[in-house]
């Protein structure tokens, strides 16, 4: 009798598990019962065990959708970027930048360099990192992300559209400065970078120094006004180093970069052409 009940307080306890949407739980009660039996485990620590179990599975599972979410390039990760080709006050900051206190002030992280000196890939890998740690992070080209802009702004949702990406810690934009944009996407972009201003985080990087924004904002005082609140509150990485894609290049070839000739200075116009590092 006493095996038949404790066999319909089982499967209630499933039923209730299941309902209540308490997988890891209900994945492992039975075996937590069963050590809570051999080892004398108190009411608790029984309870403290199974509750760690949801609480990891329910980490994973939101870790996941946030991945999905920052429509980051998951490829690009810390492991797989050489540290070492950094100036030791750049790798300083980005340690600092790893334990996301800037996102806590919403501070803004830019990177600025020539193509391929990996400033994409850095500010991915750094944003996948706090992405992993459960921070909200969304990656945009900054191409994209205007042509995005102007569609809300055509059907009036623009409002709509800025307040929706208040959800997310940072917005990393990438390639501020890649395409030129005309009056209208200078403006929607503009609006977005003063809707974030003390309120959240960007990470931008960019191949054109502050001096050369005007390419970017057309109107000298939008350039002003768009530096200024992008610098308040900020930390810059000046990626001064070569190209990777040149580096590689040159290791082919078997040359030094004084030695490079016409053909493979060519390959490197070819190279700063495509997607940057």
Known sequence: MADIQRQEVKAQLHECLKDL?????????????????????????????????????????????????????????????????????????????????????????????????????????????????????????????????????????????????????????????????????MEVLFTLLADRYEQGSVMITSNLAFSQWEKIFKDPMTTVAAIDRVVHHSVILELNITSYRMEQAQKRTGKTEGQVDENVGGTQNVLEDDEHV
């Open 21 to 185: 949407c308490l997988t890891a739980i209900r994945e492992h009660v039975d075996e937590a019962v069963l050590q809570a039996a051999q080892e004398s485990l108190g009411y608790e620590r029984f309870l403290l065990d199974l509750v760690e179990r949801e609480c990891e599975l329910r980490q994973s599972r939101r870790i996941t959708r946030y991945l999905r979410a920052s429509c980051l390039p998951l490829e690009k990760t810390i492991e797989t970027f050489d540290l070492a080709r950094l100036p030791t006050k750049v790798v300083q900051h980005v340690n600092l930048l790893r334990q996301g206190f800037f996102l806590d002030k919403k501070e803004n992280v830019l990177a600025f360099g020539s193509p391929g000196t990996g400033k994409t890939h850095l500010l991915c890998a750094l944003a996948q990192e706090l992405v992993r740690q459960g921070r909200r992070i969304w990656f945009s080209p900054c191409s994209l992300l205007v042509q995005k802009l102007l569609v809300a702004k055509r059907d009036l949702q623009l409002a709509h559209v800025l307040k929706k990406l208040h959800k997310f810690d940072a917005i990393l934009i990438d390639d501020i400065g890649y395409v030129q944009h005309d009056r209208e996407e």
